[in-house]
């Protein structure tokens, strides 16, 4: 029913750097976008992984664009001789959106403008990477997808949400062009299973968990269910999703609407624009 699987990178590319076993949910109309995110994230070197729940996956820039992203999403540097600097998707979000503020004089940065300076900004990063470990970033891409991200922001009739992935292709990292995806009731990016069986209703404790969800409807007004409910999907891969390293720490989220960006919820580490 609309869903789709930006599939997560399960090893490391290099001796030092991030990962995420991101899940992201995205609840997008033509009217407004909720999104919600985990905040691990996994680091891993030669010959130990370490998870740190700080990621601020969820991104806004400024009061009317918003930003998530799954896959190889990061850079950790820890090694002064290491000629690759740190990096994360949501930062290169920020710079992005500052960039195209900065040429474009009283004219505001739309979604898809930083969609696309996204997109080329972060393959600039990947090739990078490819180019010393061609054969690491091969090995770990599926199907030669690295990163998904949605870019969404709001205008006066309604809200666009747009899907950026990052791959490798015949000559090298390449950025697909900006498509708009205004219909997820809803979608994720990263690890999906427990998603999918809760949204589906596949198993019977997803059957019991819609029935509560159902009574809870009925004293909710639409706008409060679609930001719990959107919330809930990501919780439910928290607790219950089998490899528990891969997903963890508190749910930031937001909605973004044409009156701008309302954050639900946020840990006070990350910044609110």
């Known amino acids: 029913m609309g869903a789709f699987l930006a ?3 399960s090893q490391q590319y290099a001796p030092a750097q991030i990962h995420h076993g991101t899940i992201a949910i995205i609840n997008s109309t033509p009217t407004k976008v909720i999104i919600a995110a985990d905040s691990r994230g996994q680091f891993a ?8 729940d700080e990621e601020c996956k969820v991104a806004a820039l400024g009061h009317r664009i918003v930003f998530v992203a799954s896959g190889f999403d990061g850079y950790e540097r820890v090694d002064s001789r290491d000629a690759i600097s740190s990096w994360r998707a949501s930062g290169i979000a920020h710079e992005a959106y500052s960039k195209i503020l900065s040429d474009s004089a009283h004219i505001a940065p739309t979604a898809k403008r930083v969609a696309t300076e996204w997109g080329e900004l972060t393959r600039r990063k990947v090739q990078e990477i490819y180019s010393v470990r061609a054969v690491a970033l091969r090995d770990k891409a599926v199907d030669g997808l690295l990163t998904s991200a949605i870019i969404a922001g709001a205008a006066d009739n309604g809200v666009v949400a747009l899907l950026v992935q990052v791959k490798i292709g015949s000559s090298g990292i390449e950025v697909s062009e900006p498509r708009e995806i205004n219909n997820c009731p809803p979608c994720l990016l990263g690890v999906g299973d427990i998603f999918l069986e809760f949204f ?4 019977q404790r997803a059957k019991d968990e819609s029935a509560r969800w159902e009574i809870r409807r009925r004293h909710l007004t639409k706008s409060e269910f679609d930001r719990l409910w959107t919330i809930r999907f990501v919780d439910l891969t928290i607790l219950l999703h ?3 390293t891969e997903v963890g720490g ?5 909605e973004l609407n044409r009156t701008g960006v309302h954050w639900i919820q946020r840990k006070d580490s990350c910044p609110a624009e």
């Open 45 to 52: 070197d030669a010959t130990t992984t370490t998870q740190r």
């Open 242 to 244: 089998p490899e528990p």
């Open 250 to 254: 508190f749910i930031d989220a937001l």
């Open 7 to 9: 599939y997560m990178l």
């Open 200 to 203: 589906h209703q596949t198993s």
